[in-house]
């Protein structure tokens, strides 16, 4: 970082008693110093755990901290911030002299540093670390007075090789100078550690870039290459990764060295208070006697279990911490026991044992898998020392995701990743992982293996084709196309935008680059990660998990505001809705119903029909149909609401394409000509903007009025026979208050003509989604006319955007690149244009009536940053793909009341 170099008059050599600078640039800890409240965001999570730990009486190493605050100055004007730094660095030093009783670069007693980053969010090794400073030629005696000649030079060659790699200026270092600073192959002795040491002084020198003799100035170089690591490409990438903003940046902390080196009775390890895979309630940890923390997070050695029972042989046994050292392992544990007492949390920690004696590093919030996540918070509910609101904060919907999709196993993708068995990426549209063989046309998919629909994109017709299917791959679309909605509503496994495939259906085969898959062949395609191999990789089992799941929302449910309803077309995607814990259908999409084997020749009869007589027989065989398919709905959420949208897609979609013409004329003996003529009369430039909707009811309103009888004989037939169905009607596509009410009188007296026949009172609120601008604008005068409101965020944003989600990925991916939209608006609600929309049109709703339920049933009500949006101003349920209902259920109660 410009400017953070000091120079010798800022921060020469003398020794001051600890100058009093501002507490938001310089804290002290450890020692005499007073104490100070722990604060991540200024003092960063490192030394804010230092500071914790130093009060509750733990032998922690004495340093100083130089703030977040500090970090900013630096950055904003760094001349003249300088020289504050320089007399902080100078009476932090001082502080840690004090407490020590050694001095800062002199012989005789000298004083060591470590200088560590620290962020406020926890990045563990994404940022530097310089060990030993202020170690130079003129103190290496004193050092080796103390430990020893190998010591001395083997910490001397680490300052060295650190500095050289993260804090001096050599843009590329010679092989010569990599070849003596590499601390993968540790010197064998004293004499190899003190020639690798001269030789690399040595080249240094000749090169016009000598190694800073004046501790001073190795502490400023230090301190600017922790400063700077902040923005380095690996802490970029970690932060968009884990969301965490830039603007937040790193403390720096300068502390005593304490040796886990020094001798047989030192060491350094890492301990957690509980298994971070599994949650068991246990200390685990790793132990490397005569070793440094660097040793192993470098891998330049393996360390041991802590305790005797994890070795794997009685050698092993003794190398552990309990076998070396007995009395530090039981202090240790019974310390790590009193901290999580404490902290109620699962605590991961740093210590060092320097010649029999016990330091404690770092203490932070464990890094935990997805099972251990919401085991631990229940375990920590259930011993009440961790509120609900706690347990929201602890797990993520993420691992949700993780828990309930099994992935592929770790060993087997990091040898495909190796073998170069991973041919491809797309983006994960629908997550978990699925083994099967490619099948360019379900008319040849195989009976007896699972296979994969690969296909360069989808339509409505291939549902029940991917229904058949364990997982989707397409070459086209995004995370919202048709493929994506459908999968994510099916739990289908699926990944769209490969835009790497060439699928050759006439040759029967897909390329990927180089290579070359036949239809019939094995490939493995994982979802949560958009990465397609060849071949069959192994799978974990995730179906374990659920009764875990649902006790942890057992007790986070009582937060939300808003209830989680479900996007269910059929009684199977019912019951999985319900069994996750849906609390109603939010959506039922009639026309996926027509596309059922047996329905598509039925609605194509209607749509060619030539006469009344014609659509009648099509209409009453589909009624039947659509009756049974209500009744089914019905049973299984029976005391929940089931809400019915009216026919939505343009007729022309029901039709065949032209290349199946000829077998559909077959099917329904009628002429090709005939069909062609239909698709020609029905033809739109904008199908979307066409033909569809509440218009296609208006204007042929055979179709809706026999999806309102249908669905109102279902629920009369079961009302008499004792149960509790509660149907509602959805109207699609509304634009304004008239179209609204002229659709929803036709279908009101329907309903009221089957309520009389069967002699049944079933009551049946109509609602209409808004999804045209122009209804969000008129939602007043449209909630006259409406029981309730479902935002239909798939359409809206299209229309707001003017955009299609089915080709937005032809620039979509580089208009994120480039920053110019921040997130896909498909995949996560755009707040600020589509959601202004929605935020008025509450208000003005509820100015009209304050009680009117509103809710969301776009792909946005299943994501978590969404479902937080919707709990902000106001709606009263999200209703997502029923696989998606878990987790929706977490990001509402995160969300909590309005």
Same mark, same amino acid.
């Not at 490192?46 to 340093?63: D, N, R, Y």
């Not at 375990?379 to 993420?398: C, K, L, N, W």
């Not at 309102?708 to 004792?722: D, E, F, N, P, T």
């Given at each position: 970082?410009?400017?953070?170099?000091?120079?010798?008059?800022?921060?020469?050599?003398?020794?001051?008693k600890?100058?009093s600078?501002?507490?938001?640039?310089?804290?002290?800890f450890?020692?005499?110093?007073?104490?100070?409240?722990?604060?991540?965001?200024?003092?960063g999570?490192k030394?804010?755990?230092?500071?914790?730990?130093?009060?509750?009486?733990?032998?922690?190493?004495?340093?100083?901290?130089?703030?977040?605050?500090?970090?900013?100055?630096q950055?904003?004007d760094?001349?003249?911030?300088?020289?504050?730094?320089?007399?902080?660095?100078?009476?932090?030093?001082?502080?840690?002299?004090?407490?020590?009783?050694?001095q800062?670069?002199?012989?005789?007693?000298?004083?060591?540093?470590?200088?560590?980053?620290?962020?406020? @969010?926890?990045?563990?090794g994404?940022m530097?670390?310089?060990?030993?400073?202020?170690?130079?030629?003129?103190?290496?005696?004193?050092?080796?007075?103390?430990?020893g000649?190998?010591?001395?030079?083997?910490?001397y060659?680490?300052?060295?090789?650190q500095? @050289?790699? /993260?804090?001096?200026d050599?843009?590329?270092?010679?092989?010569?100078?990599?070849? %003596?600073?590499?601390?993968?192959?540790?010197?064998?002795d004293?004499?190899?550690?003190?020639?690798?040491?001269?030789?690399?002084?040595?080249i240094?020198?000749?090169?016009?870039?000598?190694?800073?003799?004046?501790?001073?100035?190795?502490?400023?170089?230090?301190?600017?290459?922790?400063?700077?690591?902040?923005?380095?490409?690996?802490? #970029?990438?970690?932060?968009?990764?884990?969301?965490?903003?830039p603007?937040?940046?790193?403390? %720096?902390?300068?502390q005593?060295?304490?040796?886990?080196?020094?001798?047989?009775?030192?060491?350094?390890? @890492?301990?957690f208070?509980? !298994?971070?895979?599994?949650?068991?309630?246990?200390?685990?940890?790793?132990?490397?006697?005569?070793?440094q923390?660097?040793?192993?997070?470098?891998?330049?050695?393996?360390?041991? *279990?802590?305790?005797?029972?994890?070795?794997?042989?009685?050698?092993?046994?003794?190398?552990?911490?309990?076998?070396?050292?007995?009395?530090?392992?039981?202090?240790?544990?019974?310390?790590?026991?009193?901290?999580?007492?404490?902290?109620?949390?699962?605590?991961?920690i740093?210590?060092?044992?320097?010649?029999?004696?016990?330091?404690?590093?770092? %203490?932070r919030?464990?890094?935990?898998?997805?099972?251990?996540?919401?085991?631990?918070?229940?375990?920590?509910?259930?011993e009440?020392?961790?509120?609900?609101?706690?347990?929201t904060?602890?797990?993520?919907?993420?691992?949700?995701?993780?828990?309930?999709?099994?992935?592929?196993?770790?060993?087997e993708?990091?040898?495909?990743?190796?073998?170069?068995?991973?041919?491809?990426?797309? /983006?994960?549209a629908?997550?978990?992982?699925?083994?099967?063989r490619? %099948?360019l046309?379900a008319?040849?998919?195989?009976?007896?293996?699972?296979?994969?629909?690969?296909?360069?994109?989808?339509?409505p017709?291939?549902?029940?084709?991917?229904?058949?299917?364990?997982?989707?791959?397409t070459?086209?679309?995004?995370?919202?196309?048709?493929?994506?909605?459908?999968?994510?509503?099916?739990?289908?496994?699926?990944v769209?935008?490969?835009e790497?495939?060439?699928?050759?259906?006439?040759?029967?085969?897909?390329?990927?680059?180089?290579v070359?898959?036949?239809?019939?062949?094995w490939?493995?395609?994982?979802?949560?990660?958009?990465?397609?191999?060849?071949?069959?990789?192994?799978?974990?089992?995730?179906?374990?998990?659920?009764?875990?799941?649902?006790?942890?929302?057992?007790?986070?449910?009582a937060?939300?505001?808003?209830?989680?309803?479900?996007?269910?077309?059929?009684?199977?995607?019912?019951?999985v809705?319900?069994?996750?814990?849906?609390r109603?259908?939010?959506?039922?999409?009639?026309?996926?119903?027509?596309?059922?084997f047996?329905?598509l020749? =039925?609605?194509?009869?209607?749509?060619?029909?030539?006469?009344?007589?014609?659509?009648?027989e099509?209409?009453?065989?589909l009624?039947?149909?659509q009756?049974?398919?209500?009744?089914? =709905?019905?049973?299984?959420?029976?005391?929940?609401?089931v809400?019915?949208?009216?026919?939505? *897609?343009?007729?022309?979609?029901?039709?065949?394409k032209?290349?199946?013409?000829?077998?559909?004329?077959?099917r329904?003996?009628?002429?090709?000509?005939?069909?062609?003529? #239909?698709?020609?009369?029905?033809?739109?430039?904008n199908?979307?903007?066409?033909?569809?909707?509440?218009?296609?009811?208006?204007?042929?309103?055979a179709?809706?009025?026999?999806?309102?009888?249908?669905l =109102?004989?279902?629920?009369?037939?079961?009302?008499l026979?004792?149960?509790d169905?509660?149907?509602?009607?959805?109207?699609?596509?509304? +634009?304004?208050?008239?179209?609204?009410?002229?659709?929803?009188?036709?279908?009101?007296?329907?309903i009221?003509?089957?309520?009389?026949? +069967?002699?049944?009172?079933?009551?049946?609120?109509?609602?209409?989604?808004?999804?045209?601008?122009?209804?969000?604008?008129?939602?007043?005068? =449209?909630?006259?006319?409406?029981?309730?409101f479902s935002?239909?965020?798939?359409?809206?944003?299209?229309?707001?955007?003017?955009?299609? #989600?089915?080709?937005?990925f032809?620039?979509?991916?580089?208009?994120?690149?480039?920053?110019?939209?921040?997130? !896909?608006?498909?995949? +996560? /609600?755009?707040?600020?244009?589509?959601?202004?929309?929605?935020e008025m049109?509450v208000?003005?709703?509820?100015?009209?009536?304050?009680?009117?339920?509103?809710g969301?049933?776009?792909?946005?009500?299943?994501?978590?940053a969404?479902?937080?949006?919707?709990?902000?101003?106001?709606?009263?349920? @999200?209703?997502?793909?029923?696989?998606?209902?878990p987790?929706?259920?977490?990001?509402?109660a995160?969300?909590?009341?309005?």
């Amino acid at each position: 970082m410009p400017g953070t170099t000091l120079s010798r008059k800022h921060v020469h050599a003398v020794h001051h008693k600890p100058q009093s600078l501002p507490s938001d640039t310089l804290v002290l800890f450890g020692g005499d110093a007073r104490p100070v409240t722990p604060d991540p965001q200024l003092h960063g999570g490192k030394a804010a755990s230092l500071m914790t730990m130093t009060k509750t009486g733990l032998k922690v190493p004495p340093g100083c901290v130089l703030t977040t605050r500090m970090f900013r100055l630096q950055r904003e004007d760094s001349q003249h911030a300088s020289g504050l730094l320089g007399r902080s660095m100078r009476s932090g030093i001082a502080h840690i002299e004090e407490a020590t009783g050694k001095q800062f670069g002199f012989a005789g007693t000298p004083l060591l540093v470590s200088v560590r980053s620290g962020a406020p @969010v926890s990045m563990p090794g994404m940022m530097d670390t310089i060990l030993n400073v202020g170690l130079h030629d003129s103190i290496i005696a004193s050092v080796a007075a103390t430990y020893g000649l190998a010591f001395a030079w083997g910490s001397y060659l680490r300052l060295i090789a650190q500095m @050289v790699s /993260l804090a001096m200026d050599i843009a590329s270092p010679s092989g010569e100078l990599k070849g %003596c600073t590499d601390l993968s192959c540790p010197p064998k002795d004293a004499q190899e550690a003190e020639e690798r040491c001269r030789k690399a002084l040595s080249i240094l020198e000749r090169q016009g870039t000598p190694f800073p003799q004046d501790p001073w100035e190795q502490l400023s170089l230090a301190v600017a290459a922790v400063f700077r690591s902040w923005d380095s490409h690996r802490c #970029r990438v970690y932060r968009r990764l884990h969301g965490i903003s830039p603007s937040l940046g790193t403390a %720096c902390t300068i502390q005593a060295m304490i040796f886990g080196n020094a001798n047989e009775r030192s060491g350094t390890g @890492v301990c957690f208070s509980r !298994d971070p895979s599994t949650g068991a309630c246990r200390l685990t940890g790793e132990y490397l006697a005569v070793g440094q923390g660097e040793d192993v997070v470098a891998g330049i050695r393996t360390p041991f *279990p802590l305790a005797k029972k994890d070795s794997h042989s009685e050698q092993d046994a003794r190398m552990t911490l309990e076998g070396q050292l007995p009395q530090v392992y039981a202090e240790l544990k019974r310390t790590v026991s009193e901290l999580e007492g404490k902290m109620h949390d699962i605590l991961d920690i740093e210590f060092t044992v320097e010649n029999g004696v016990l330091y404690f590093l770092q %203490c932070r919030s464990a890094k935990r898998s997805a099972l251990c996540a919401l085991v631990s918070a229940l375990d920590f509910h259930a011993e009440e020392t961790i509120t609900a609101e706690d347990v929201t904060r602890r797990i993520s919907e993420q691992q949700i995701t993780q828990l309930l999709k099994p992935g592929f196993d770790l060993e087997e993708t990091k040898r495909a990743e190796e073998s170069g068995t991973r041919i491809a990426v797309g /983006l994960p549209a629908g997550p978990g992982s699925a083994v099967g063989r490619i %099948c360019l046309d379900a008319r040849n998919a195989p009976t007896d293996t699972p296979w994969i629909l690969v296909r360069s994109t989808t339509s409505p017709e291939d549902v029940p084709d991917m229904v058949r299917s364990v997982g989707v791959l397409t070459a086209h679309g995004g995370m919202s196309s048709h493929a994506a909605l459908v999968a994510r509503q099916m739990g289908l496994v699926c990944v769209t935008g490969c835009e790497a495939l060439c699928i050759d259906a006439a040759a029967g085969h897909v390329q990927i680059g180089p290579v070359i898959l036949k239809e019939g062949d094995w490939i493995s395609v994982d979802g949560s990660t958009g990465k397609v191999y060849a071949g069959q990789i192994n799978r974990g089992d995730a179906g374990s998990a659920w009764p875990l799941i649902e006790r942890t929302l057992a007790v986070t449910d009582a937060l939300a505001h808003m209830k989680v309803e479900a996007n269910a077309d059929t009684p199977e995607q019912a019951r999985v809705a319900r069994s996750f814990g849906a609390r109603g259908i939010g959506l039922t999409r009639t026309e996926h119903m027509f596309f059922g084997f047996d329905r598509l020749p =039925l609605i194509q009869r209607l749509i060619l029909a030539e006469d009344d007589h014609g659509r009648a027989e099509a209409l009453k065989k589909l009624e039947v149909l659509q009756t049974s398919d209500f009744e089914g =709905l019905l049973s299984v959420m029976d005391g929940l609401p089931v809400t019915v949208r009216t026919i939505d *897609p343009p007729l022309h979609e029901f039709l065949p394409k032209a290349g199946d013409i000829a077998q559909t004329a077959e099917r329904l003996k009628i002429s090709p000509a005939r069909i062609r003529r #239909r698709i020609a009369e029905l033809k739109e430039e904008n199908p979307m903007l066409g033909l569809r909707g509440c218009r296609l009811g208006i204007l042929y309103p055979a179709i809706p009025l026999m999806q309102v009888r249908s669905l =109102l004989r279902a629920a009369c037939a079961l009302k008499l026979r004792g149960a509790d169905p509660h149907p509602q009607i959805m109207i699609p596509l509304t +634009s304004g208050p008239q179209e609204l009410h002229v659709h929803r009188t036709a279908l009101q007296e329907e309903i009221r003509r089957v309520c009389d026949a +069967s002699g049944a009172n079933v009551e049946c609120p109509i609602g209409t989604m808004i999804e045209v601008p122009r209804a969000a604008l008129l939602a007043g005068k =449209l909630a006259e006319a409406a029981d309730f409101f479902s935002f239909g965020t798939n359409d809206l944003t299209q229309m707001v955007y003017a955009l299609s #989600r089915d080709d937005a990925f032809s620039f979509l991916p580089e208009y994120l690149k480039k920053g110019i939209y921040p997130s !896909d608006p498909f995949a +996560s /609600l755009d707040q600020e244009g589509v959601g202004l929309l929605m935020e008025m049109a509450v208000k003005e709703a509820r100015s009209v009536k304050p009680q009117m339920k509103i809710g969301i049933c776009g792909e946005h009500g299943g994501d978590p940053a969404s479902i937080a949006f919707c709990a902000r101003i106001g709606l009263d349920y @999200v209703s997502c793909s029923p696989f998606r209902v878990p987790i929706a259920r977490l990001a509402a109660a995160k969300a909590g009341g309005k």
